[in-house]
Each structure stands twice: as structure tokens, then as C-alpha cells.
């Protein structure tokens, strides 16, 4: 079986215990800042958060595209080319 990096990036608002244990349950490394009010901060790599970044500017990209937004393909199949398509725009942008 192959080596798989389970990584989840969110911001805060996703620190609390119930989803911390969920991620610990599927084997994800979290990578989620503690919120200001925990009383012992947990440690996350800072430099994987900073992809997190890269992730956003992707999507606010991808929403310039209406069809995307909009979710106006019905079949997966063609959302999915779609995506693809927008996805090739944007890396060739």
C-alpha cells in the first residue's frame, strides 16, 4: 500500500476537540492554528498553513468562472471537465 499524507489546512474557527478527534480517528495531521481562548495552544506547522493561502487564491479564481459558481452542470462528468478546463486557464494565467 502506498504512503499517503493526509494533511487538513483550516483556519480557527475548525479548532475544537470534536473534529481534532475526527481527524485523529481517519489518521489526518491536522494543520489548524489553536484559537486564542485554549488554555494549552497546540503546535501546527506554519509553514504547510501558508499553502492554505495558495488554496483561497485558487478558488476565488476558479469563481470567476459563472458556470462553476453557479453549479450549472448537472452531470459530475461535466462539472468535472469544466473544472478541469478552468483550472488549465487559470494555471496558464
Same mark, same amino acid.
Given at each position: ?8 489546512l483550516?483556519?480557527?474557527?475548525y ?14 495531521t491536522?494543520?489548524?492554528?489553536? @484559537?486564542?481562548?485554549? $488554555?494549552?495552544?497546540?503546535?501546527? &506547522? /506554519?509553514?504547510?498553513?501558508?499553502? !492554505? ?9 476558479? @469563481?470567476?468562472y459563472? $458556470?462553476?459558481?453557479?453549479?450549472? &452542470? /448537472?452531470?459530475?462528468?461535466?462539472? !468535472? ?13
Amino acid at each position: 500500500m502506498p504512503w499517503i499524507l493526509k494533511q487538513v489546512l483550516a483556519d480557527r474557527a475548525y479548532d475544537t476537540n470534536q473534529i481534532l478527534h475526527l481527524l485523529k480517528e481517519q489518521s489526518a495531521t491536522s494543520v489548524i492554528p489553536s @484559537k486564542k481562548n485554549r $488554555r494549552k495552544p497546540r503546535k501546527w &506547522d /506554519k509553514e504547510i498553513y501558508k499553502e !492554505r493561502h495558495l488554496i483561497e487564491c485558487f478558488f476565488n479564481k476558479v @469563481k470567476n468562472y459563472h $458556470r462553476l459558481a453557479t453549479r450549472y &452542470d /448537472k452531470l459530475a462528468c461535466t462539472f !468535472r471537465a469544466f473544472l478541469t478546463l478552468a483550472s488549465i486557464m487559470v494555471w496558464l494565467a
